[in-house]
């Protein structure tokens, strides 16, 4: 009869790992199950009150930005690092985000 030593933990914990057979699988699904939008377009009001929201942003403000990009419209939260208004540019954090694509923004008050 042979005799099997003890296993190590992390041998023991090994048998319990998620096994993925089809590598990128779920990701090509998410990719799949994503639906394409149209960007809206903004009334001429609306455009106006949210170029007054723009005008009251400045650099170091946090914000949350929702934006149109590349079919879809995201959410992005974080402080702004970067406003440029001749280039036509906000940047939050590390994402530049083209005025044209921002359909809403709201300033966060500071804690």
Do not use: W
Not at 81 to 95: E, F, W
């Amino acid at each position: 009869m042979a005799f099997r030593g003890k296993m190590s933990r992390e041998e023991r914990a090994k048998q319990f790992m998620p096994f993925a057979a089809l590598k990128g699988y779920p990701e090509a699904l998410r990719r799949k199950e994503k639906i394409i939008v149209p960007k809206r377009e903004l009334s001429e009001e609306y455009g106006e009150v949210l170029d007054r929201k723009l005008h009251g942003i400045q650099r170091k403000d946090m914000v949350s930005v929702i934006y149109f990009c590349r079919g879809e419209y995201l959410k992005v939260t974080g402080m702004v690092s970067r406003m440029d208004p001749t280039a036509g540019i906000l940047k939050v954090v590390n994402t530049k985000i083209p005025f044209g694509d921002i359909y809403d923004i709201e300033r966060k008050d500071r804690v």
